[in-house]
């Protein structure tokens, strides 16, 4: 079986401020996130894209990591079958 992969931009919320990050999922469930650079986070596209999508706070970040790394299913941490290698973040 391959496991799905997608990626979304959405509003992340810390104690500092919000900011809008590129989050990566595996069958809908959050894995890791990418901080955008200035020039992407201003593109009026990206912010509407992440105001259509759900809020993340950096515990349900966690939560949802340590989730997959406990079913063996973080596509970061195990060998995985995923339908779309090219989705993974580069290191």
């Not at 959405?10 to 894995?31: C, H, M, R």
């Not at 996130?33 to 966690?62: C, G």
Request: glycine share 2%; net charge negative.
């Amino acid at each position: 079986m391959k496991y799905q992969l997608s990626t979304e931009y959405a509003w992340y919320d810390t104690k500092e401020g919000s900011k809008v990050i590129l989050v990566y999922f595996i069958q809908n469930v959050p894995f890791t996130f990418d901080e955008l650079p200035e020039i992407a986070r201003n593109l009026p596209e990206v912010e509407q894209t992440a105001n259509e999508n759900k809020r993340w706070s950096s515990e349900q970040m966690y939560k949802s990591s340590m989730y997959l790394m406990s079913e063996e299913c973080h596509p970061m941490m195990y060998d995985i079958e995923v339908d779309k290698p090219e989705l993974l973040p580069v290191d």
